[in-house]
């Protein structure tokens, strides 16, 4: 590789290259005893995945930058001299889970890889910084759950509406949103509508292309290790980097890359964190077997009632955001509910979360967006992608977390995983 750094290509242990459960890495915390960090112990961090979004987080208060990692060598070059002196690189994730000075790891990679990897880092005693959607499959973030509370990790969803920064077009964040609903001032059960016109873009323009001819790989891209634990396809451009959302092997379109921003926000007004809907319809066209397209209309409704309505086409002009039977609630807090301003601030606040990672991870709390509540808020997002792909209705069992007496839709929630990948 061109320039200075030295990109680090040590083997990885043999016999731990795939299979999960055989780490016997022991991060310094560790060795202090359960749950130590000395107050002075400055965070490291690394970066797997370093193309455009990867490189816009190489820093974040409360870590120090150590380690990054990419299959494409120009990715890994940009970010190595972004990074300065004392970062190493790598071309193979799994060497820097091998390293026992790194606390955090923060995965920005394709959603292919999101899930193993985030097992294999829980696995490797690391806690976890992860990019949305959190899994591409509904089985997989079952997984990472599991991984994730097994070894005592921390963990976050990189979404943040539920608990920062103005929601959209409402000029306000969530928490007062959070409080009218928690009052049951609009009633129940409530409907959601989430559209154009209540300030949200599916971006339907990033969409699979179906008369894809095979090109060369470029020699700086391990085109391999791209596709990872996703079958092979042969390469062109457009199924990686920054389009490879719009192919099912990937992600899916722009369901998978903004549903999770749009709809977590929805289940923590809901209080839905520790369910799913029972009910899924979809109004769309029939879905290519590869590229991701569009979509009309999906409906997700919860078992007490309350319904989550994705409008794509935004038929609706001008649609409350949330609506119940005693009142309605618009973008900008506009509300058909008498003196609203009043009555809402003499509500109580929702209960206080942890929301900033680095403090979660030397206090061993759990981050306000983490493996729980983000595979519920993922799997959102996977019973809509699963009913456009199937073009039908669904119906789901949010206990047993499967689909009832539906085996073709049950085949898409443990997708198989290209040798030798596994989970």
């Not at 972004?82 to 955090?104: M, P």
């Not at 959102?380 to 949010?398: E, Q, S, T, Y």
Request: hydrophobic share 35%; aromatic share 10%; net charge neutral.
């Amino acid at each position: 590789m061109a320039g200075k750094r030295t990109i680090s290509r040590r083997k990885f242990l043999k016999g731990a290259l795939f299979a999960v459960g055989t780490f016997t890495i022991v991060p310094r915390r560790i060795l202090g005893g359960p749950g130590y960090l000395p107050p002075s112990d400055e965070l490291t961090k690394a970066v797997i995945g370093v193309g455009g979004m990867g490189r816009g987080h190489l820093y974040y208060p409360g870590a120090r930058l150590v380690a990054v990692c990419d299959v494409d060598e120009k990715h890994l070059e940009t970010a190595l001299f972004l990074g300065g002196a004392g970062v190493t690189g790598y071309r193979d994730f799994r060497e820097v889970l091998e390293r026992r000075d790194i606390d955090i790891v923060h995965i920005v990679t394709p959603p292919q890889w999101h899930a193993l990897m985030s097992v294999v880092a829980a696995e490797a005693g690391k806690d976890i910084w992860c990019e949305k959607p959190m899994t591409r499959t509904i089985g997989e973030g079952q997984k990472v759950v599991e991984a994730v509370q097994k070894n005592g990790r921390i963990f976050r969803i990189n979404t943040w509406f539920r608990f920062r920064d103005d929601f959209y077009r409402f000029g306000t964040p969530v928490k007062p949103i959070k409080k009218i609903v928690d009052s049951g001032m609009l009633g129940w059960p409530l409907k959601v509508t989430v559209n154009g016109n209540t300030g949200f873009n599916w971006k339907f323009d990033w969409s699979g292309k179906t008369d894809l001819v095979p090109q060369w790989i470029p020699s700086e891209l391990d085109y391999d290790m791209w596709l990872g634990p996703a079958p092979y396809k042969p390469y062109h451009p457009h199924r990686t980097h920054l389009t490879f959302r719009g192919y099912w092997d990937y992600d899916g379109g722009g369901l998978g890359d903004m549903g999770q921003h749009y709809l977590d926000p929805v289940q923590y007004i809901l209080g839905k964190d520790d369910t799913s809907p029972v009910e899924i319809d979809v109004d769309a066209p029939q879905a290519h077997p590869d590229a991701v397209g569009s979509w009309r209309r999906i409906s997700l409704r919860y078992a007490d009632g309350c319904e989550i309505i994705l409008d794509g086409e935004n038929v609706e002009p001008n649609p409350p955001y949330i609506e119940g039977p005693e009142g309605r609630l618009y973008p900008g807090l506009e509300s058909d509910i008498p003196d609203l301003p009043r009555k809402l601030a003499r509500l109580p606040d929702p209960e206080p979360q942890v929301t900033e990672f680095a403090e979660a991870v030397r206090n061993r709390q759990k981050f306000a967006l983490n493996e729980a509540n983000g595979h519920r808020s993922c799997t959102l997002v996977n019973l809509g992608k699963i009913a456009v792909r199937l073009g039908r209705g669904l119906r789901f069992d949010p206990v047993a977390q499967r689909f009832i007496d539906d085996d073709e839709a049950n085949r898409l929630i443990n997708q198989p995983m290209r040798a030798p990948w596994h989970l």
